[in-house]
């Protein structure tokens, strides 16, 4: 079983900056897919942003984008997320996820759809 194993989450003040980080095994970097959703208390999952498997493409929700930055370390086989210049609405739970599925399209996923490996999740507080 594939465990993704997340880091980096935190308190910060609104305007601040937090590095996720998100170990998998070399066989699921190289093979899956990778993104980070989050979930803030009494709402759905959101997608946040998602990376290919081979690094070249990245996907953004409009919420992040030109805050956010997802990308891979192969070496390491480790992905990142780099949040900039956060707010109070990016407070939540945020997981790692890796899955097959075209990251293109992590965005439209339904709720009901259940990606093959998600981190334990790491909690991100933005306080105002």
């Known amino acids: 079983q594939e465990q993704l194993v997340e880091s980096g989450g935190g308190l910060v003040q609104a305007g601040g900056s937090l590095r996720l980080s998100c170990a998998a095994s070399?066989?699921?970097?190289?093979?899956?897919?990778m993104g980070w959703f989050r979930q803030a208390p009494g709402k759905e999952r959101e997608f946040v942003a998602a990376?290919?498997?081979?690094?070249?493409?990245?996907y953004y929700s409009d919420s992040v984008k030109g805050r956010f930055t997802i990308s891979k370390e192969n070496a390491k086989n480790t992905m990142y997320l780099q949040m900039n210049s956060l707010k109070p609405e990016d407070t939540a739970v945020y997981y790692c996820?890796?899955?097959?599925?075209?990251?293109?399209?992590?965005?439209?996923?339904?709720?009901?759809?259940?990606?093959?490996?998600w981190g334990q999740g790491t909690q991100v507080t933005v306080s105002s």
């Open positions: 070399y066989r699921t970097f190289r093979s899956h897919n």
């Open positions: 990376i290919s498997w081979s690094g070249g493409s990245m």
């Open positions: 996820v890796a899955d097959p599925w075209a990251a293109s399209a992590w965005s439209g996923a339904s709720p009901k759809y259940v990606f093959d490996y």
